[in-house]
Every structure is written in C-alpha cells, then in structure tokens.
C-alpha cells in the first residue's frame, strides 16, 4: 500500500502542510523535527518498557540504544546489553 493510502489529511490540508514548511525558517524545522525526534524517543521507551517490564532504567537506556543505532553500533559503542533482574 502507497504511503497515500496511509494519510488521514485531506490532499488540500497536506498541500498546505507542505507549503508551511517549505516556507518556514530553519529553526522552526529543526525545532519541529528536534520534537518529533523526542516524540519518537518517548514511544520507544513506552514500548521496550512493555516488553520488558523488569528492566532497570540503565538496562532501558541500553536497549533504546539498539533502536536508535542498530543492534550491531549499540553493542560496539555500549557493551552487550545487561540484563538485571
């Protein structure tokens, strides 16, 4: 399924979306995209926190960093993940 079939923006209102950010400054777009990025973070942890609900905050840490660099690049910059029980 195209991406098109995922919106739930009328095509009119996407238009203007895509016209406010052509048209915003540089900071307004790292802001929106420094949030998101947040945003995104943010439901990361909710889901590991589900799936592995004894985890400890360092050991959470360390598998939010397998989602955000890869398995491989987390393991070479942290360490294997520790699991505390």
Same mark, same amino acid.
């Given at each position: 399924?195209?991406?098109?079939?995922?919106?739930?923006?009328?095509?009119? @209102?996407?238009? %203007?979306?895509?016209?406010?950010?052509?048209?915003?400054?540089?900071?307004?777009?790292?802001?929106?995209?420094d949030?998101?990025h947040?945003?995104?973070?943010?439901?990361?942890? @909710?889901?590991?926190?589900?799936?592995?609900?004894?985890?400890?905050?360092?050991?959470?840490?360390?598998?939010?960093?397998? %989602?955000?660099?890869?398995?491989?690049?987390?393991?070479? %910059?942290?360490?294997? %993940? @520790?699991?505390?029980r």
């Open positions: 399924m195209s991406s098109r079939g995922l919106r739930d923006t009328a095509p009119e @209102a996407h238009r %203007v979306q895509i016209d406010l950010m052509r048209r915003a400054e540089g900071w307004r777009k790292l802001q929106l995209a949030q998101l947040q945003s995104l973070r943010t439901l990361a942890l @909710a889901g590991l926190r589900a799936r592995h609900p004894g985890a400890s905050p360092e050991e959470l840490r360390r598998r939010l960093a397998d %989602v955000l660099l890869g398995a491989e690049l987390a393991e070479e %910059v942290y360490g294997p %993940v @520790a699991i505390e």
